[in-house]
C-alpha cells in the first residue's frame, strides 16, 4: 500500500515537472537570477568605458550600465600605464599558472594513490585529508608566514606557490572520481605490458578529464582572486598579483574609478574565457564527483 502510494506520488511529481508551465516558470526563475548576477557584470565592463565623474552618477537609474559618454580605450591605457599592469598580470600568471599545474599533477597522484593503493594507515590518512578541508586558511597563515621569514622566501614565488601546490579539497575531488573508474580497464592495460606510469597516463587520466577540468577551474580562481596571502607576504610590485595590486591602485591619487573599472574588467577577463572554455567539463565533473561521493 504505502509502496503504490509513494509510486503515485513520484507519478505526480514527475508529470508536474515535465508540463510546459514548470517548464517556463523553472526559465523565468533562471532568467531573473542570470540578470542579478550579471549586473555588476555588466556595470563594472559599462564604467570602464565612462569619464571618471561619470562612474558613479545615476548609480540610481538604468543610465548607470549605460557607457554614456563613451571615452574608448583610455581608461585601460591609463590603468596599463599608473598601476604596471603587465607587470603584475604576468606575476598573477605565473602564480597561478604554477599553482594549477603542479596542482594537477600532485593532487591526481595523491587521490589515485587513496584510490587503488593498499597500505596501513590509508584510512588515517584519508580521513586527515578530510579534516583538513574544514580548516580555513586564516588559521595557518600566520605559522606560513613565520616559516617564510624563516627561510627567507618573503617578497618571492615560491612562498605564493608552494604552500597551495597540495589541496585537500582537490585530493579528494580526484580520490572520488577515481574510485568510479572500472579497475578492469587497468588490469587490462597491465596485462599488455603497461607499467603503472603508463596505467595512469594512458587509462586513468584521459578518463578522468572532467576531473582534472573541475580542478584546474577550481585551484585557478583560488590563486587568481586570492588577496590575504599575498598582502602578507609581498612589498613590492616584482611578484605583486593582481588582487594586491588594485588594492594599491585603488588608493593611489588621484583615485580615477574609470580605470580601476578597468583594471578589474582586465582581472576578471581571464577568469571568464577559462570557464568558457572548459564550462562542460567542468559541470561534468562537478556532478559525477558529486554523485559518486
Avoid: C, H
Avoid at 607499467?195 to 577551474?217: D, E, S
Avoid at 588582487?243 to 582581472?267: C, E
Amino acid at each position: 500500500m504505502t509502496t503504490d502510494t509513494e509510486a503515485e506520488r513520484s507519478d505526480v511529481s514527475s508529470s508536474v515537472r515535465s508540463s510546459p508551465i514548470w517548464r517556463w516558470i523553472l526559465y523565468a526563475v533562471m532568467i531573473v537570477l542570470a540578470v542579478l548576477f550579471l549586473f555588476p557584470l555588466v556595470y563594472m565592463v559599462s564604467s570602464s568605458f565612462k569619464p571618471d565623474d561619470q562612474v558613479l552618477a545615476n548609480s540610481d537609474s538604468f543610465e548607470a550600465f549605460l557607457p554614456i559618454p563613451f571615452v574608448g580605450l583610455e581608461n585601460y591605457a591609463d590603468a596599463i600605464e599608473r598601476a604596471q599592469l603587465p607587470r603584475v598580470f604576468m606575476n598573477s600568471v605565473i602564480i597561478s599558472g604554477s599553482i594549477v599545474g603542479l596542482g594537477l599533477l600532485v593532487n591526481s597522484l595523491f587521490g589515485y594513490a587513496l584510490a587503488r593503493l593498499r597500505f596501513k594507515g590509508k584510512k588515517v590518512i584519508l580521513a586527515i585529508v578530510i579534516a583538513l578541508i574544514i580548516i580555513p586558511f586564516e588559521a595557518l597563515a600566520v605559522p606560513l608566514l613565520y616559516m617564510g621569514a624563516e627561510v627567507g622566501w618573503l617578497d618571492t614565488y615560491q612562498i605564493q606557490i608552494l604552500p597551495f601546490i597540495a589541496n585537500p579539497l582537490f585530493i579528494f575531488l580526484f580520490y572520488t572520481f577515481f574510485l568510479g573508474i572500472p579497475k578492469s580497464l587497468e588490469e587490462a592495460a597491465r596485462i599488455d605490458g603497461a607499467g603503472p606510469v603508463r596505467v595512469f597516463t594512458r587509462v586513468v587520466a584521459p578518463l578522468a578529464k572532467p576531473a582534472y577540468a573541475t580542478v584546474a577551474i577550481l585551484g585557478f580562481l583560488f590563486s587568481w582572486g586570492q588577496f590575504l596571502w599575498p598582502s602578507m607576504v609581498t612589498r613590492g610590485v616584482d611578484v605583486r598579483p593582481l588582487p594586491v595590486g588594485i588594492g594599491v591602485f585603488k588608493t593611489t591619487p588621484p583615485v580615477a574609478w574609470g580605470d580601476i573599472m578597468a583594471y578589474t574588467v582586465l582581472m576578471t577577463l581571464p577568469l571568464l574565457i577559462i570557464f568558457l572554455i572548459f564550462q562542460r567539463q567542468f559541470v561534468q565533473g562537478v556532478a559525477s564527483s558529486g554523485v559518486k561521493g
